[in-house]
């Protein structure tokens, strides 16, 4: 049974924190990916990464960065917490159809 | 750059009625995936449409990917109570997913 999990479902940190958030699969995949989900915005495309150690942005990079050291592994960091950072954070990883993370719900105070 | 565009973005039926979304691309694409977000919880993969013109049917669900490979659509016959949920179209784009916003779909008993 294929699983993608991530280090926490709720998370709550203050304005200027550095904040990990961490993925990580178990099928092999060489795509990683982490969004973020607003309501009525859909799924945003953060950042994405096709093997260990190459990193592509998305369509909203601005504030994060993301770390990929190991294949199972992909990180996302946000280097000082803003409040309009607060939102759900998914996970996925792809061969042919994306396999999403249970979430991680951030809320920056 | 290529924008998926899905309306409706919100549909409240009554259970019994149909349901149909529909997901229309700027550019042709090579294939389609559509997604299912339960309340609570994360997009799960319900199926990729590849050929023009193609129809898939998964039970009640049905899904089209237009002749031009531009549009697709998802229609649920006799809605359920279990059917709901945002429902996502997401096309390929470099490597990764462009995903339409999504409908909501709520379903009366």
């Known amino acids: 049974d294929v699983k993608v999990t991530q280090s926490s479902r709720y998370l709550v940190k203050r304005t200027g924190e550095k904040v990990f958030l961490e993925c990580v699969q178990d099928m092999d995949h060489e795509n990683m990916f982490w969004y973020r989900q607003d309501p009525g915005l859909g799924l945003r495309l953060i950042y994405f990464s096709y093997d260990v150690k190459m990193k592509e942005k998305g369509d909203i990079p601005e504030g994060y960065s993301v770390s990929r050291e190991k294949k199972e592994r992909f990180s996302l960091i946000l280097e000082s917490a803003s409040t309009n950072q607060t939102s759900m954070y998914l996970c996925a990883s792809r061969t042919y159809e994306q396999y999403f993370g249970p979430g991680t719900r951030l809320t920056v105070t | 750059g290529q924008q998926v565009m899905q309306i409706p973005q919100y549909q409240h039926v009554q259970e019994g009625e149909d349901f149909t979304t529909y997901c229309n691309s700027s550019t042709t694409l090579s294939n389609i995936q559509w997604y299912k977000q339960r309340p609570g919880g994360h997009p799960v993969f319900l199926i990729q449409?590849?050929?023009?013109?193609e129809v898939k049917k998964q039970k009640r669900l049905t899904f089209q990917f237009g002749e031009a490979k531009k549009n697709s659509s998802l229609h649920i016959t006799a809605t359920q109570t279990t059917d709901v949920g945002t429902y996502f179209c997401a096309g390929p784009k470099a490597g990764k997913s462009t995903f339409g916003d999504g409908t909501t779909l709520t379903v009366k008993p």
């Open positions: 449409l590849v050929k023009s013109g």
